[in-house]
């Protein structure tokens, strides 16, 4: 597991092992997860949008566009 983007509003979690990335909306307390070519696609969007503009306003402006996708209530465990 590896912390790749953490701000006041989402974080992004690397599993190397299970090939995965979670999302995570901090202030919605939901969450998604991402695997194979679908993290595949969101690793390089994620990249895209670093490239542009790395500002923490812009990566949660990307990072927000992911809402609908956010359908898992986050649980601390």
């Known amino acids: 597991m590896n912390i790749?983007?953490?701000s006041d509003n989402f974080y992004v979690?690397?599993?190397?092992?299970?090939?995965?990335?979670?999302?995570?909306?901090?202030h919605g307390r939901r969450g998604t997860f991402?695997?194979?070519?679908?993290?595949?696609?969101?690793?390089?969007?994620?990249?895209?949008a670093v490239a542009d503009d790395a500002s923490?306003?812009?990566?949660?402006?990307?990072?927000?566009s992911f809402d609908v996708l956010l359908?898992?209530?986050?649980v601390v465990h």
Not at 13 to 26: F, I, M, S, T
Not at 34 to 48: C, K, N, T
Not at 56 to 64: H, I, K, M, T, Y
């Open 13 to 26: 979690v690397e599993y190397p092992a299970q090939h995965g990335y979670e999302l995570v909306d901090k």
């Open 4 to 6: 790749i983007y953490s």
């Open 71 to 74: 359908n898992q209530p986050l």
């Open 56 to 64: 923490v306003e812009r990566v949660d402006e990307f990072l927000g």
């Open 34 to 48: 991402f695997q194979g070519d679908v993290a595949d696609r969101f690793a390089q969007s994620l990249q895209a």
